[in-house]
């Protein structure tokens, strides 16, 4: 059985990601990318789902863990009864492989450690043919894992493994001053063995590009390291390649434990990306601003009308949604999904979030191109074509199409940015028309998005529902955070959505979304109420609320989606890129109030 999910740590080579546990155990990874079906799948099932354990044989060892510095190299320490161990799981980056090593180091006296692999191609569903080979010669030889299943190969190098029912493992003791280790290399498994890997060498270089890339931050406040591992989150979920930054590391981790909630977000949200685009704008990351501006260049080539909010990581259109009966579920919460059928959908928020983030980018000096502008146009033209349709909202509501305030003050943004990019800073197009639109969509959210006898904004026109993303309309600048119609949309959110001194994204028992009741407040926007009380000078309450909310962090720093309050457990995907972007937001907000 999984452990709960705020006991796994993330490692990360910027291509795909694994989740080790406290036990020692991964028990998810995806190869070669991050949406690449699971070599290890434990997570969505148990042990014969697939993991990789190495942990000391002792049942009373306990640990302790922690990433070094500002990288992704993970150092779990044990202690047993006979000895201390040190093991750093790593990802090697810029090697252009897909390398995982497991490094273990006795500290101090001797320790008996175990080895239980159990490799379960293709989401469990292949197990792989298995042999040993001989490598190398004289002094350097020594025996390797082969094991291949259709297109997938995986090779281990270390200590030799033994064969035990589907499995391979061995138990061997460690002394004081030895270290072993072991590398697992993906590669495809019509093409040659890779050659080995030089272990000092790969820690050395991977240690020095995390710790330069995090330097590169120009937070500095009393949340600082909190800033900073949310960043190397982002950066972690960020395809090096491609520049397409996924909306978190795994799929179908329960929103509802036991229930139907349960999604795949391995993908490229044009929503989430462009946010984290300007989260890492706000502190001087340019680079990642003009990788994204190329990805989403050749996303959405083509019909402006074909554009979908969401796509694969290197822009892939086609991500239909289906089951996967392999595998049983986190907990048993089925059925587990790969794919989203949401990217069916038409949210026309996304375009919005887009725009600014565009818009950001260009006044932060991010390199520009014609293409790009254009691009831009063409989003706005697209824009106008349906700007009196119905939509399923930021949340992705499975129900009825509505019309969603949130989603038309984005709308409301969208023009808002064409505008200012003809006005501030002498791009082309027709502005006269998009002002016109702008006025008008103004004109609608305030007649019907905004409830006079309640004195706040609505989840959709005409209602009285509220909804946690009304928080963006100060954050896009469509009123001030202070405004009288904006705190009184923030008292109507804390009387209808806080559970226990955490904010939920909607009620769900009405309805809305067309799926089955419950779900547990959403992290990103407790965060967001924490800006917008740093914003209008409720100091007190914004510190209060962020130090229960980083007291959420695992042990490594890391955040899922949601919070089981009652349970006092983390739920739904991880680490989830909203979560951290949100949280950087709440951070720069109360070191500059």
Known sequence: MALPIEDYALISDCHTAALVGKDGSIDWLCLPRYDSPSTFGALLGDKNHGRWLIAPTDPNAHSRREYTGNTFNLVTIWTTSTGVVEVTDFMPHGDRRADLVRRVRCVSGSV???VDLRMRFAYSSAIPWVRQISEGEGADARNSLV??????????????????????????????????????????????LPVPADVDRVLADTTDWWENWGSNSTHDGPYKSAVIRSLLVLRALTHEDTGGIVAAATTSLPESFGGQRNWDYRYVWLRDASLTLMVLLDHGFKTEATDWQGWLLRAIAGDPNDV??????????????????????????????????????????????????????????????????????????????????????????????????????????????????????????????????????????????FNTELGTYTQVFDGTAVDASLLQLAQVGYLAYDDPRMLGTVAALEKQLMRDGLLMRY????????????????????????????????????IALME???????????????????????????????????????ADALTQR
């Open 112 to 114: 008996e450690m175990t």
């Open 147 to 192: 094991a291949i299943a259709g297109p997938d190969a995986l090779v281990f190098r270390g200590p030799e493994l033994t064969p035990r029912n589907h499995a391979h493992g061995r138990d061997f003791t460690i002394a004081e001053g030895e270290t072993v280790d072991t590398v697992m290399t993906w590669f495809p498994s019509h093409r040659p």
């Open 308 to 449: 979908q909010i969401m796509y694969g990581i290197a822009g892939e259109r086609w991500l239909p949604e289906r089951e996967i009966t392999t595998l049983p579920g986190y907990e048993g919460a089925s059925p587990v999904r790969v794919g989203n059928g949401a990217v069916d959908q038409y949210q026309a928020d996304v375009i919005g979030e887009v725009m600014v983030g565009l818009h950001k980018a260009r006044e932060a000096g991010a390199e520009q191109s014609l293409d790009a502008w254009a691009l831009q146009r063409a989003l706005l033209g697209f824009t106008e074509q349906n700007i009196d349709r119905k939509d399923s909202g930021i949340w992705e509501i499975r129900g009825e199409n509505q019309y969603f305030t949130h989603s038309r003050v984005m709308i409301w943004a969208a023009l808002d940015r064409g505008v200012r990019a003809v006005e501030e800073h002498g791009m082309r197009g027709p502005v006269e028309t998009w002002r016109t639109l702008r006025a008008q969509v103004r004109d609608a959210i305030e007649e019907h998005g």
């Open 507 to 542: 009620r769900t028992e009405t309805g809305v979304d067309g799926l089955p009741a419950g779900e547990h407040p959403f992290l990103a926007c407790s965060f967001w109420l924490v800006e917008q009380y740093a914003k209008t000078g409720r100091t007190d309450d914004a």
């Open 548 to 586: 229960r909310l980083l007291a959420l962090r695992n042990d490594v720093g890391l955040l899922s989606e949601e919070y089981d309050v009652t349970a006092g457990r983390q739920a739904g995907n991880t680490p989830q890129a909203l979560s951290h972007l949100a949280l950087v937001r709440a």
